[in-house]
């Protein structure tokens, strides 16, 4: 039944069916020729996978990088970040990977972050020197820390697949998130001193206060964010209502750049967007459904204990797995495939739930920047009109520090679970 569905999703994807379709169609056909399941259960198994409090989250959390994006917020974090970094080698590059981690905080979205922060990046790197395929290479790899740094679409997709505390599994991403950026910027230092790309230029304390003040509100919503699910102060999705409600009085009464009559065109957007992971998720279930009955989980269990593979051989299998799975599917319905195929082998060869499900949400969203199903990738290329090849040549280098940053962590769990341990999160 397993590889039967799997066959044909691929098979109908191949098409160009959409992939929500692909795996509906694919699901219905397994389950009409396999079993004798009543066909009207499919409308009740969908509707009770979405009747969950914590996949609210996922529609807030696009609104609220809709609405800073619409707002011209990004303006104000580039400038702070380019004031505070500006002026070291290669300041430019720094400049990058710093408004992104910011602007992370804020959006949780990859796509959003090139879509408006992304467009000044590139500008800006190219007017101090710098290549612009290295500024749009540069540009598309940091957008996947909006993927990885807390409030992460992705990670809330996760920990929902996984029924896992999401409070929990947010905070977890925070380090490595910034593990990543640390090593974006070590390798643009390395790069710009060989080439000699943007000499720095002096720092100027009062530029990065007058920045700072105009972006301190915005910077504040990661801030309240992470402070009041950490504490328990309230859940992810009522962190995500509290954020919609700030950014919007920030972007309509205080900054007075969002006009209301725009708030109806943003919530359209935020639906169709929402819709499309929605029904992703919906008809995922129907293929998670029939991979628990044919029992997959348990052979891939089987499979993992007859190789004798301890937790970290394990996880580098997975990673391994998991990143020529990205390569050909999209981050979202991968996870909504495989985490419930995965988790409880995972768990029988000692891998830690949360570890891995950082693990899976930094490794998938290399699919992002990668052909051919990049939404990042295309995104950019739109953004600073290029050819999607160029902009791939442009890629390498910051893509292979992304996928060894990412190895690293496999290696040292230590990175990922320290941190909520401290805080007695886990």
């Given at each position: 039944m397993s590889v039967f569905l799997l066959v044909a999703f691929f098979g109908l994807s191949m098409l160009g069916?959409?992939?929500a379709v692909a795996l509906a169609l694919a699901s219905v056909a397994t389950l009409t020729l396999f079993t004798s399941m009543p066909l009207d259960l499919l409308s009740q198994t969908m509707f009770s996978s979405m009747n969950s409090?914590?996949?609210?989250?996922?529609?807030?959390?696009?609104?609220?990088?809709?609405?800073?994006?619409?707002?011209?917020?990004?303006?104000?974090?580039?400038?702070?970040a380019e004031a505070m970094v500006g002026w070291l080698p290669g300041g430019l590059g720094h400049v990058n990977v710093i408004s992104s981690v910011i602007f992370s905080g804020v959006s949780g979205s990859s796509v959003a972050d090139i879509a408006?922060?992304?467009?000044?990046?590139?500008?800006?790197?190219?007017?101090?020197?710098?290549?612009?395929?290295?500024?749009v290479g540069m540009t598309l790899c940091t957008a996947t820390l909006s993927s990885i740094i807390p409030p992460s679409i992705l990670v809330v997709i996760a920990?929902?697949?996984?029924?896992?505390?999401?409070?929990?599994?947010?905070?977890?991403?925070?380090?490595?998130?910034?593990?990543?950026?640390?090593?974006?910027?070590?390798?643009?230092?390395?790069?710009?001193?060989?080439?000699?790309?943007?000499?720095?230029?002096?720092?100027?304390?009062?530029?990065?206060?007058?920045?700072?003040?105009?972006?301190?509100?915005?910077m504040l919503t990661p801030l309240i964010l992470i402070i009041g699910i950490a504490s328990g102060l309230f859940t992810p999705t009522e962190a995500a209502a509290i954020a919609v409600v700030?950014?919007?009085?920030?972007?309509?009464?205080?900054?007075?750049?969002?006009?209301?009559?725009?708030l109806p065109e943003i919530l359209i957007s935020t639906a169709r967007i929402s819709g499309t992971i929605?029904?992703?998720?919906?008809?995922?279930?129907?293929?998670?459904?029939?991979?628990?009955?044919?029992?997959?989980?348990?052979?891939?269990?089987?499979?993992?204990?007859?190789?004798?593979?301890?937790?970290?051989?394990?996880?580098?299998?997975?990673?391994?797995?998991?990143?020529?799975?990205?390569?050909?599917?999209e981050a979202i319905p991968a996870m909504f495939i495989l985490i419930p195929v995965l988790m409880p082998p995972v768990q029988a060869i000692g891998i830690d739930p949360i570890?891995?499900?950082?693990?899976?949400?930094?490794?998938?969203?290399?699919?992002?920047?990668?052909?051919?199903?990049?939404?990042?990738?295309?995104?950019?290329?739109?953004?600073?009109?290029?050819?999607?090849?160029d902009v791939i040549r442009?890629?390498?280098?910051?893509?292979?520090?992304?996928?060894?940053?990412?190895?690293?962590?496999v290696l040292f769990p230590i990175l990922t679970l320290g941190p909520i341990r401290l805080l007695g999160m886990y």
């Open positions: 069916i959409p992939l409090f914590l996949l609210v989250a996922v529609p807030l959390f696009i609104l609220v990088g809709t609405v800073m994006e619409r707002g011209r917020v990004a303006e104000r974090i580039f400038d702070f408006s922060v992304g467009a000044i990046e590139i500008k800006a790197m190219e007017r101090h020197g710098f290549p612009k395929g290295y500024a920990g929902s697949i996984a029924n896992v505390s999401i409070g929990t599994l947010l905070v977890a991403g925070l380090v490595p998130g910034l593990f990543i950026a640390l090593a974006f910027m070590v390798f643009n230092h390395f790069y710009s001193v060989y080439y000699g790309y943007n000499p720095p230029s002096p720092f100027n304390l009062r530029m990065v206060m007058v920045t700072g003040i105009s972006a301190i509100l915005p700030y950014v919007g009085v920030l972007g309509v009464l205080v900054y007075r750049t969002l006009p209301v009559r725009e929605l029904f992703i998720a919906a008809t995922s279930q129907i293929a998670a459904w029939v991979f628990t009955y044919d029992g997959l989980p348990d052979k891939v269990a089987e499979l993992l204990q007859a190789m004798n593979l301890g937790p970290l051989s394990g996880m580098l299998v997975i990673f391994v797995f998991l990143l020529i799975i990205g390569i050909f599917m570890h891995f499900l950082i693990v899976t949400v930094m490794t998938l969203t290399l699919g992002l920047v990668t052909p051919p199903v990049g939404v990042c990738l295309f995104a950019a290329a739109q953004v600073a009109n290029m050819r999607v090849e442009g890629s390498l280098a910051p893509m292979a520090v992304l996928t060894l940053a990412i190895f690293a962590l």
